[in-house]
């Protein structure tokens, strides 16, 4: 009877020791924040203005002349490697996952994957997304475009939220600056001049129209249709975040009611990032360019400001799942985080 007490206590006290180990080795995980990783030598001219896309280790980077040049330049950057450049132009580029969108003063879009290139003729592109192997493009006169990815075909899928609002010129009605293909494959607009949404479901062929109770969406500055992506996230079907100059709004009714939940100036290129319901990031600027992270992990209840290396003022930063994150400073400096940002002292 003895032998088998000892024979127990043995293996609880082995089971405990186990036990100890794995936690042991789970608290000395530390998380070590925004790491600098690689570089660019971009010239005094010139500052890395956007990270557009990350993919397989290869960036694209948009730079801006310092000078006041007009001009955008865009770079493909592997790590450790020499950048290459890709584009020089004074348009919009957008790219998601080697697709690069080309927005242009004309009424035509042009849009690259490796060898395959498409234009579009008599289309002015008011926004794009990708959802899942599809892109999907915002335009004048002929509503949402469904592309495939590789380009080898495209359809209109629906215009008649358009074409049923035409003015006395008989010119389709574009105050929709904003769109989102949600999880369950309904495509939401947003209509800012009349502060409404508008839901498209079964396949696009029914319509639903919310009108905001407040007027959150008439004073949102539409001068930079490009950026209404990084102001504005659906992380789930009922759930929206607005991101304004005076501060972050929160609606949990598909856009029906609106609460300001972090009132703050923000800068009119801060940068709204949803990872979840909960998980949200905020970058903002201030007057000199000097850039802050904030991070709130309870959907916005509260935010904390994000700890970065000195002396680099983030530009921008994307992440590619729920921990790692990539950034660009206003040197060149590339930026990397395995932690979501978070650091332990």
């Keep these: 009877m003895k032998k088998y007490i000892i024979i127990l206590i043995a293996l609880l006290i082995f089971s405990c020791d186990e036990g100890n180990l794995v936690r042991d080795d789970r608290v000395n995980e530390k998380r070590e924040g925004w790491v600098v990783i690689d570089s660019i030598d971009i010239g005094e001219d010139y500052t890395s203005s956007r990270l557009l896309d990350v993919v397989d280790n290869t960036f694209y980077i948009n730079m801006v002349n310092t000078r006041g040049l007009v001009g955008e330049f865009l770079y493909k950057k592997e790590l450790y490697q020499v950048p290459e450049h890709i584009y020089s ?117 029914k319509k639903e129209i919310i009108k905001v109770n407040n007027n959150i969406l008439k004073d949102i500055d ?56 909960e998980l949200l990031y905020i970058l903002d600027f201030d007057n000199d360019w000097n850039s802050t992270i904030y991070v709130s992990q309870d959907g916005g209840a509260t935010f904390e400001i ?10 921008d930063f994307k992440f590619v799942d729920d921990k790692i994150a990539y950034a660009v400073g206003n040197n060149g400096e590339i930026l990397k985080t395995t932690s979501g940002g978070f650091k332990d002292n």
């Design 306 to 315: 994000q700890e970065t290396p000195k002396g680099i003022k983030i530009y």
């Design 89 to 205: 132009s004074h348009f919009y580029m957008h790219i998601y996952e080697n697709i690069i969108v080309r927005d242009t003063y004309f009424p035509k879009i042009s849009i690259d994957y490796g060898e395959n290139f498409v234009e579009i003729d008599s289309v002015f592109l008011i926004n794009w997304l990708k959802k899942n192997q599809d892109l999907y493009l915002l335009t004048i006169d002929e509503g949402i475009i469904k592309m495939n990815t590789d380009l080898s075909s495209y359809e209109i899928i629906d215009s008649s939220f358009f074409n049923e609002t035409k003015n006395n010129e008989n010119i389709p009605n574009h105050n929709y600056q904003f769109f989102h293909i949600l999880d369950n494959n309904d495509c939401m607009l947003i209509n800012f001049t009349d502060n409404q949404i508008l839901y498209l479901s079964d396949n696009y062929s």
């Design 222 to 277: 539409l001068h930079e249709n490009s950026l209404l992506r990084e102001w504005i996230t659906i992380p789930s079907n009922n759930t929206l975040y607005i991101l304004k100059r005076d501060g972050l709004y929160k609606s949990t009714n598909r856009g029906k009611d609106w609460s300001l939940i972090f009132d703050k100036k923000f800068h009119q290129i801060s940068k709204l990032i949803t990872i979840n319901e």
